[in-house]
């Protein structure tokens, strides 16, 4: 039996019964990670004493017949800009490549309590910024389904690490589509929930009124059960959202007879892949079939989504990173005075794309420019809001595509960056709208999975994956393993 191929749901049966322990499931996956880990590179950082560690107090509780939460003993990662006590967080970059955070997240702190097991960090772009894991500081991951592509980004290690078999459950987050992308192009699983739902104390700041965590599995149960682990209110998070938590495994039933679903025309932009558009619609042809309603909806606004994001997200780039100048933390650079050491600091720690964003925020939120560019933007940020606000006057959720194609070739897109930057055009508008929206495998194209976007109202997380579970279960794509996974 290989336990590096079975989901957290599966993995907690066999613990409860005591098949086996939760040393064995750990040490399982760290088998995984070192036969594989050279050609997928899904980690900047291992935890494996600590791992252990965790895995040995479980199996104490499991022998005292102690009743365990969902999650205990389950081995998961984090993507490395959420921060783990006594652990490196470096955010893909040189600028924190020694930062130990002396605190846990509040996620880490939450899934602390369900006594899970931590195998690693995982790779991501630097600072959460790109669709590729390319511009990581640190190595450049690749997605398990074929080795010579992206697993797309930025939180690309995570997708990776839970595809590749080397960690059941991950955590990315998501600020213009980062758990999403890599998601389906890794064919796993992959949600970003309301703004506000999941606490980002903790997270590493990029853009702070977009930025949102949430999980990366194997299928949608273990989802559902990730999310119970890590929702809710915190007080240290002042834009966490004060409202009851479901039990999100409750909304696992087969059925969407009644469910009305809508299909916003804009979101099959100019160039898509035919083979995407198709997998898109046999989806959406499915879930017709089993008793959803459907009708066409219009977001005239989404044609703006992709600049308004950009504008908007680089904007608070260049505030949030203006802490980095070599005083109180991370990297420092010697210089004549206080103004070369901070511009060296900066100029030797973050890395092409990093620089190329903290320089197009400044310029946005610059004098005469101001009101011309980002506060242009946060209206349209609005309109794209009041778009789906209408829309949902009339559906439950919303089905599109997660990406224009499927996963490209490492390199391809790297030195352009506005071809990379429209791999988010699917994506961003859901940011900017605050709303959940989850990505599941709906095909292929050859040998590459296909996502399916499921999006719905604020706080509609139980509706996302009460649609997603229906078309999971009447398919097969999440039983199939990249061929790292055995395949």
């Given at each position: 039996?290989e ?10 049966d ?18 995984r990670i070192?036969?594989?880990e050279?050609?997928?590179?899904a980690f ?21 017949n ?8 389950i081995?998961?990662?984090l ?8 652990t ?8 924190l ?9 509040t996620?880490?702190?939450?899934l ?23 511009n990581?500081?640190f190595?450049?991951?690749r ?14 290690g995570?997708a ?5 078999g ?7 987050s998501?600020t213009?589509g980062s758990?999403r992308?890599?998601a ?20 590493v ?9 949430g999980p ?6 273990d ?18 959202i004060?409202?009851?938590?479901p039990d ?9 007879r009644?469910?009305k679903i809508?299909l ?26 089993l ?6 909806v ?20 260049s505030?949030?990173?203006?802490r980095?100048?070599?005083v ?7 210089g ?12 030797q720690?973050?890395g092409a ?9 400044n310029?946005?939120l610059?004098s005469?420019?101001?009101?011309a ?6 209206k ?12 949902f ?5 919303l089905?599109?595509?997660?990406a224009?194609?499927t996963a490209?070739?490492i ?6 960056p506005?071809?990379?930057?429209l ?9 900017l709208?605050?709303?959940p ?20 109202k604020?706080?509609g997380e139980s ?6 579970y229906?078309?999971e279960?009447n ?8 061929p790292?996974?055995?395949a």
């Open positions: 039996m336990l590096y191929k079975l989901t957290a749901h599966e993995l907690k066999k613990l409860t019964t005591k098949e086996v322990s939760a040393v064995e499931v750990a040490e399982a996956i760290y088998t070192d036969a594989v050279d050609k997928v590179q900047i950082s291992l935890t494996k004493e600590n791992a252990l560690a965790q895995a040995r107090r479980v199996d104490e509780k499991l022998k005292a102690e009743e365990l939460p969902a999650l205990a003993g081995p998961g990662a993507k490395d800009n959420i921060c783990v006590e006594g490196k967080t470096t955010c893909g970059s040189q600028i490549a020694n930062f130990v955070p002396p605190y846990n997240a996620v880490t702190e939450k602390n309590a369900q006594q899970t097991v931590l195998v690693g960090k995982a790779n991501m772009d630097e600072f959460a910024m790109g669709s590729s894991t390319e990581s500081s190595k450049v991951s997605n398990p389904w074929d080795t010579d592509t992206v697993p797309g980004g930025s939180s690309g995570s990776a690490a839970v595809a590749a080397q960690a059941v459950w991950a955590l990315g998501d213009g758990i992308l890599p389906a192009y890794c064919g796993v699983v992959g949600l970003k929930p309301t703004y506000g739902r999941v606490s980002r104390y903790g997270l700041a990029y853009a702070s009124s977009l930025d949102q965590i990366i599995t194997r299928d949608v149960t989802c559902a059960l990730v999310m119970n682990a890590i929702a809710g209110y915190d007080h240290r998070d002042s834009t966490s004060n409202a009851p938590v999100y495994t409750q909304a696992l039933v087969p059925d969407i009644g469910m809508g916003p025309k804009e979101y099959f932009v100019a160039g898509m892949d035919p083979d995407v558009e198709k997998a898109v619609y046999a989806a959406i042809e499915q879930l017709k079939a008793g959803a309603e459907y009708k066409e219009s977001m005239p606004h989404t044609e703006y989504a992709l600049a308004t994001y950009y504008m908007v997200a680089t904007a608070e780039a505030s949030n990173l203006a980095y100048v070599g109180g933390f991370g990297q420092r650079e010697k004549e005075d206080l103004i070369s050491m901070a511009t060296q600091t900066r100029t720690g973050f794309e990093v620089r190329r964003r903290i320089m197009l925020g310029y946005a610059s005469g420019y101001y009101d560019y980002y506060l242009k933007a946060l349209v940020r609005t309109l794209i809001k009041r778009d789906f606000d209408k829309a006057e009339d559906v439950d959720v089905v599109a595509p997660i224009p194609t490209f070739k390199g391809e897109k790297i030195n352009d506005l071809a990379m930057y791999q988010d055009v699917c994506t961003v508008p859901v940011n709208a605050g709303v929206a989850i990505s599941l495998p709906c095909g292929f194209k050859g040998h590459m999975p296909i996502g399916l976007q499921i999006i719905g604020p706080l509706d996302v994956l009460k649609a997603a229906t078309f279960q398919n097969d794509y999440y039983k199939r393993l990249a790292l996974g055995g």
